[in-house]
């Protein structure tokens, strides 16, 4: 279980959008989708730049921008795996699609900015970021068996879970939303309906008092054996 504690005031959305692209330099009719985190192995960022390159093998009518926001760990001038994601994107044709911006600091702005949260993550027991993504009405797609979150987008309703590592699975369910805004804005209310459901910070707080207290009672009763 985890709690959320809501942001008591979110960025508007339409102003967010409206800078976030211009930031990018992109249209303002282009789609972000969004991953968030440090540029590590386990975050999967390798695989956050292979999915766009599926994405873009497939064609598509509809502009599109991979968008990461987050630092590399480590001296950014001696970094491997960000000197590897560079020849990869140079590989794959992808340096203007693909954006690494590093960290920003109102980071719910870049959320509200998102039409699509991708998690990538090799292993995360249960990253924030989706619940920020949540909170953003922003559908998530993820891969199934890395992470603590799969499960609440399993069924398809507020996003997708796909097989483990299966790049190609992603970009399809990308392209899904892409092509139909009804289905990112459904899925969008969604997620939010679910995080406000589901991870209430008191609630949160209550779970771990009573787990807490079946603990100590547990203590209470070895002591007495």
Known sequence: PQGYLFTESLPDRAIARREVREELGVDDSCLIVMGCGTVTPRKGCDYFVDIAYQYQQCGTDKQLVFMWVGDPVGPPDNNVYMSKLKNQLSQYKLNGNVLFIGSRPNIHKYFQAADVFLLTSRLDPFP??????????????????????????????????????????????????????????????EARQRLEERFLYEDYVQYLLHLSNTINGRERVFEHQ
């Not at 879970?161 to 139909?180: N, P």
Request: charged share 25%; net charge negative.
């Open 128 to 189: 924030y970021v989706v619940l920020h993504a949540m909170e953003a009405a922003v559908p998530v797609v993820c891969f199934r068996e890395t992470t603590g979150a799969d499960s609440l987008f399993s069924d398809g309703k507020a996003g997708f879970a796909v097989s483990k590592f299966d790049t190609s699975a992603a970009a399809e369910k990308l392209r899904f939303y892409c092509k139909d805004e009804n289905a990112r804005r459904t899925s969008g209310e």
